[in-house]
């Protein structure tokens, strides 16, 4: 093996903090104060995208641009009352430390505003494990467009080749696609197994737990040997 550095780079919200669920819901009241009915089903298929491609991929082109700064602040403020009930899922901090143990650098890729990241920094409680992390600052254009990984690979001082993305969406997999990053998939968020195989995921597990138990079989493990 050689010296260069070697590192995963995790979506946190619905991957390693229990939180799509929430994010649907807070979209759905926002989506509700300006009168648009959306099915919450459509939404949550929808969360990982930035805020401003899940305006215009559920309300379509022909809606009231004027309304989408107050649509996402809604949303945020809304989702800022769910703070107290986030959680990280079963494993993730473990995760997270025996990524670091085994020599991988560890890069949270979320795309949350600053004092949200925070908050889930916080819920996960893995800091000693964690490298870099990048924040909603850090790209010019949301998920399915790579920005925010292309930023956690130079916070991390990876290289594409030299690492694995961990995410729970199908825009995960799409944007680290572009960068010819495999993504491992995980169904906590609420994404199927075959929805995340069919958008191009290398592998799929469960949740943290999961990936954690087969950690040496897997990408991760592989990454690091």
């Known amino acids: 093996m050689d010296a260069r550095t070697r590192g995963v780079l995790f979506d946190v919200d619905g991957t ?56 996402k602040a809604t949303h945020d403020a809304v989702f800022g009352t769910y703070w107290p009930s986030l959680v990280a899922f079963d494993g993730a901090r473990s995760l997270l430390k025996r990524c670091a143990e085994e020599g991988l650098t560890v890069v949270l ?31 010019e254009e949301s998920k ?12 991390g001082g990876l290289r594409a080749e030299d690492a694995v993305f961990v995410g729970d969406a199908v825009w995960d997999v799409y944007a680290a696609s572009k960068l010819g990053i495999p993504t491992v998939g995980v169904t906590c968020g609420g994404t199927s197994e075959g929805e ?23 990408a991760l493990g592989r990454l690091g040997a």
């Open 144 to 155: 399915p467009a790579p920005d925010i990984l292309a930023a956690a690979l130079d916070a």
């Open 16 to 71: 390693l903090v229990d939180s799509s669920y929430f994010h649907a819901l807070a979209w759905w009241e926002a989506f509700r104060q300006f009168e648009h009915t959306v099915p919450m089903s459509a939404i949550h298929r929808a969360v990982g995208m930035g805020g401003d491609k899940l305006v215009a991929h559920l309300l379509g082109e022909s809606r009231d641009e004027s309304q989408d700064d107050e649509l």
């Open 196 to 218: 995340l195989r069919e958008a191009g995921a290398a592998e799929v597990y469960a949740g943290p737990d999961e990936l954690l138990e087969a950690f040496a079989s897997s």
């Open 109 to 139: 890729a979320s795309s949350a505003r600053d004092r949200e990241l925070r908050v889930l920094r916080r819920a996960l409680d893995a800091d000693e494990a964690i490298a870099a992390a990048t924040s909603s600052s850090d790209a």
